[in-house]
């Protein structure tokens, strides 16, 4: 069973307001993930970490999503203005290398933009 | 458009039975994986299939892959309530940094 902790389970937010989203990675994994996941089930890739380094992300993440991996602290997602396209599950995940290994996911933080 | 993709969207059998998902993929990869993911949880590992691997089993599951035909399959046998879920396979299209690309999913549903 995966240790990834995300919190909070959902979240409720008015267009324009900012979301956060936080995550614990399993104890020992240097690699976390964030994906997007749609309501049809789609999954999007938005940015990975080692350690508190942004291994890839891509550009929508770059430009209204801001993410960070502290030391000693959970791991965070935050959309600075929510849109309504923004409505989604959005799922943490960690590993113990950043190339071909296991990956364990959290329950996710399902985000609801009104 | 996506990277993997499952043939199916639903389907369904009674506990007891045995089915199979397949999966379709576009770029060269070094492994695939199958995940399982049931409602309100995240999605949870199934098998990992390097590229270089024929078939790998891990109970009642059996997944195939075929590099020349970019395509896998997952097998379940003996099936149970409890193997309900939606069922995705994902790549890595040979990512560096083990990003996974996943097809979006079929629903597996296993009636008593």
């Known amino acids: 069973n995966s240790k990834v902790i995300q919190t909070p389970r959902y979240l409720v937010k008015g267009q324009g307001q900012k979301a956060k989203m936080r995550c614990i990675p399993e104890?020992?994994?240097?690699?976390v993930f964030w994906y997007q996941q749609n309501k049809n089930n789609e999954f999007k890739f938005l940015i990975n970490f080692q350690n508190q380094e942004v291994l890839q992300q891509i550009d929508m993440t770059e430009k209204r999503f801001s993410a960070e991996c502290p030391s000693n602290s959970p791991c965070s997602l935050e959309i600075q203005s929510s849109e309504a396209g923004d409505s989604a599950l959005y799922l943490c995940?960690?590993?113990?290398?950043?190339?071909?290994?296991?990956?364990?996911f959290g329950k996710g933080t399902r985000l609801t933009v009104v | 458009s996506q990277l993997a993709e499952e043939n199916s969207w639903a389907l369904s059998v009674h506990e007891g039975e045995s089915v199979t998902v397949n999966c379709s993929y576009k770029?060269?990869?070094?492994?695939l994986q199958w995940y399982r993911q049931k409602s309100g949880k995240g999605p949870a590992q199934l098998i990992l299939?390097?590229?270089?691997?024929r078939e790998k089993r891990n109970g009642r599951l059996r997944a195939t892959l075929d590099t020349s035909s970019q395509s896998s399959s997952l097998s379940i046998t003996a099936t149970r309530c409890e193997d309900t879920a939606v069922y995705f396979c994902a790549t890595d299209a040979r990512s560096n940094y083990n990003v996974l690309y996943f097809g979006s999913g079929t629903k597996l549903t296993v009636e008593p």
């Open positions: 104890k020992g994994h240097p690699v």
């Open positions: 299939i390097r590229s270089n691997e």
């Open positions: 995940a960690s590993s113990l290398s950043p190339a071909n290994t296991e990956v364990f």
């Open positions: 770029t060269s990869i070094t492994a």
